[in-house]
């Protein structure tokens, strides 16, 4: 805090800046006498200052320890008056009363306004001169694309604080000589000064779009953080788009991922940024928008895991066309709250107006901003068609239970086609959870659809107009996955989430918790048995990794979570029976023997399992969560591997009786571990969600009710405090207190953004995310460090005459492949062995342990 109306008894101004410390004050002597100018500055840690109020004064150190604010007083600061009150200075025009708006950069500036118009131009823009008397249209678009993304990147620089802007915008010959350089490397190579700018506002860690993610369809899309103090812009990142990245962002400049934060780069919290400020940033960013680079942005919508983050996409309001109409017609500016653009996209996305209430809007828009691969397979509406589910028992509302919920199928041929679009290469994942138009869930392969075509086509036989429509089926959805309505497309294609791939499984704390007590219930030797294992495997987690116990964070996060040996446990999605063979309290589970496969062929090694099985959902909450099941050999079953298979008989579905799950997308940890064995199952806990509160959508109030709802959710935002709160005093009192599950029982997933904990079911914790996409940033940089592996692995053999030269056997003998990273040298020469032994110095010395300013 700067104070600079300080009047002492002399009336002489002075001016204080008030530093408010997280920790005591370091100080250090970094002066020098005439004597010592050969030396380096010295920078001793002094304990105070060697001086007090007078020379022959010294202050006491606890004066310094002890005090929370650290105060600096100057006797004049006629910086203020250069910063604050020159007219000429580009510096003040930043700091006016519109603090959100960055005068230097507005296309209102006679300079930077001229700079954008002699910088980018339409000459620049290729195109065919020859058959064209004008410019087209496409063009006047591209150069605003380009104007748009040149001054995004200036503000991103300048929005780093005063250490950019005291070094450009306090002088106006300064900022012109900063703008004529960016000119002239514009000018000279857009590519390589896009680049550079990109390098210097994220420490020279950002990459080129590689030509495999361009093909997987990744790409760049721009995020601004916003605090209660400023707006901050971040370059392109990489991820995988989602439905309206796709379909209204063509040129990356029309829509932003926006993330609110406190100043701390921290999510801002009641306790600490109080509730005023976080109402006030939320509800002025999100009702009015903001501006950046000349273009109006405003709230569009967000996935439900974005919000969980404080996070939200936004859109231009208007086109460029929109607004000059606007301005010609009513002969002002366009009002902070119109957005016919956003309102388009909304209506194009999908009928949310139908919904019971904002909740269920919110919820289901959030569907379209789910990370995903649009798959390039298309089909016609024949090949699909939407079934009944499996209905059966009721619940205690008097509804039925949906055994298949979430669940649909996929012909084993069109399976095939969307793996060799994803470049997944032999492999065909058994299971993909998908997103098309209105619809979410799953899809499981099913060859009885493959067989049905088959045999219409043996016997001549074609397709009526009927609700199946033909023979061809490619895909069966059911009713349970239809969550609003929206328009059909001329090419239908399916928008793939993730798919059934060999996972390892681990325990975590609640989890451990389950089986610590439950195993007390059941009998003393279960409980021995049990608790003896899960120190075995602590111990292993530990002496595994070492090197993290010098490391207090580190060894925390491991110890968090015990990973279960991978013939003993997996993590798998569920599917439904479509056999019906498969009993209730039976299951069929077949996996991959190697984990590590995480596209495993057709002829990759797999295992039928048999006998006693466990399973529960993730976040396990009450002792009726972890399931026993048999696992039985179901030859009909045998197509499908890397997934649970549930019975659809029975008086409720096994889904359902953990953690009040379902069937379209959640993972199952399966485990077949005997030490961790329970005896029995326990009583199953009811999660029957109360009937929501019917309250109509007003589509004038929509975008307001939305940002409601949404600053209601981040200022009640409780769930991890109420999990850690479950977990202590289940741990104190046990699972089976009294007020337990009346203080922490869940609910329906149709309130999962209530933010009242008794309106949600299975979604206690934090972490817990609705649409957990397989395309996350973790995947980006598996992804990118494979890339980066094989690239420098290829490197290495080049000398030697190439790896395929080198290499004597694949890592796995039975399976057949052209990357360099499934294979190894059996007995590589001496100077192979050398050149190894300086690569991995070169990347692994102390010259690189120290590399991030501490040694590991």
Known sequence: MVDTAVAPS??????????????????????????????????????????????????????????????????????????????????????????????????????????????????????????????????????????????????CLISRGAVVKDQLLLDVATWLDFLTVVSKCYLRNREALVREFENQCEDQITYELSKEEIKRGYRKVRKVVITPTRTIYVVPETLMPNRVLRGYDHDGTRVLRVTFRDDDNQQMRISKTSYHLIKTTLRDNMINGFEIAGRSFGYLGNSNSQMRDAGAYFMEKYSHHEYLEYTAKNKM?????????????????????????IYKLMARLGQCFTQSMESSVHFEREEYFVMPDIIGGCNREGDHYVFSDGVGMVSKAFAKQIAEDMMLGKCVPSCFQFRFRGMKGVLAVNPVLDEYASWARANNLEGDTGMFAGFELQLVFRDSQVKFKTHRRTKEAVEIVKYSTPSPVALNKPFICILDQVSQMQSYDCHVRVTNRIEQLAEEQLRSSARSLLYEKECRNKLKQFPIPNDKGRTMLGVIDDTGQLQYGQVFVQYTE???????????????????????????????????????????????????????????????????????????????????????????????????????????????????????????????????????????????????????????????????????????????????????????????????????????????????????????????????LDHYIGNPPRCMQRKAVAYYRTCYGSHFRCLFGYCY
């Not at 200052?49 to 650290?70: M, Q, Y």
């Not at 957005?339 to 909304?346: C, F, G, H, L, S």
């Not at 009811?686 to 589509?699: G, L």
């Open 594 to 820: 190697h984990v590590t496969l995480k596209t495993p062929p057709p002829y990759a090694s797999k295992k039928v399992l048999t006998g006693k099985v466990m399973l529960t959902k993730s976040p396990s909450v009450v002792a009726g969560d972890v399931r026993i099941f048999t696992a039985v050999d179901i030859p009909d079953l045998h197509h499908l591997c890397d997934v649970v298979v549930f019975p659809q008989h029975g008086p409720r579905p096994h889904p359902d009786e953990m953690a009040g799950s379902d069937l379209d997308g959640d993972e199952y940890a399966v485990i077949w571990d005997e030490g961790l064995m329970l005896e029995t199952s326990e009583e199953a806990f009811d999660y029957t969600a109360d009937k929501p509160e019917y309250k109509p959508i007003n589509v004038e109030k929509m975008t307001e009710d939305m940002v409601e709802f949404y600053i209601n959710y981040i200022t009640q935002d409780s769930i991890g405090t109420i999990a850690n709160s479950f977990q202590f005093q289940a741990d104190l009192y046990g699972l089976k207190s009294e007020g337990i599950m009346e203080n922490y029982g869940i609910k329906s997933e149709a309130e999962v953004f209530s933010g009242c904990i008794a309106e949600m079911r299975n979604r206690i914790s934090d972490r817990d995310q609705d649409d957990m996409s397989f395309f996350t940033t973790n995947e980006l940089i598996e992804q990118k460090m494979t890339i980066l592996f094989r690239e420098f692995r290829e490197g290495f053999f080049e000398e030697f005459g190439g790896w395929r030269n080198c290499v004597k056997q694949a890592v796995n003998p039975n399976m057949v492949s052209d990357d360099v």
């Open 10 to 155: 002399n009336r002489k101004s002075r001016e204080r800046i008030h530093f408010e410390l997280n920790s005591p004050v370091i100080i250090r002597n970094c002066f020098r006498a005439d004597s010592e100018k050969k030396f380096g500055i010295k920078r001793e840690r002094w304990r105070v200052f060697h001086r007090g109020r007078s020379s022959n004064e010294e202050p006491h150190v606890l004066a310094l320890t002890e005090s929370p604010i650290f105060t600096v007083e100057f006797d004049s600061l006629p910086m203020v008056d250069v910063l604050y009150s020159s007219k000429d200075c580009p510096y003040a025009r930043w700091t006016t009363a519109n603090s959100c708006t960055n005068a230097a950069t507005s296309s209102d500036d006679r300079i930077f306004k001229d700079f954008l118009h002699e910088t980018v131009r339409e000459q620049d823009v290729a195109y065919n001169k020859a058959k064209c008397t004008r410019p087209p249209d496409w063009v006047k678009d591209t150069v605003r694309e380009r104007m748009f993304s040149l001054t995004y990147l200036i503000e």
């Open 333 to 357: 500016l366009p009002l902070p709250t119109w957005q016919p653009k956003i309102d388009q996209v909304r209506h194009e996305l999908g009928d949310f107006t139908k919904m019971e209430n």
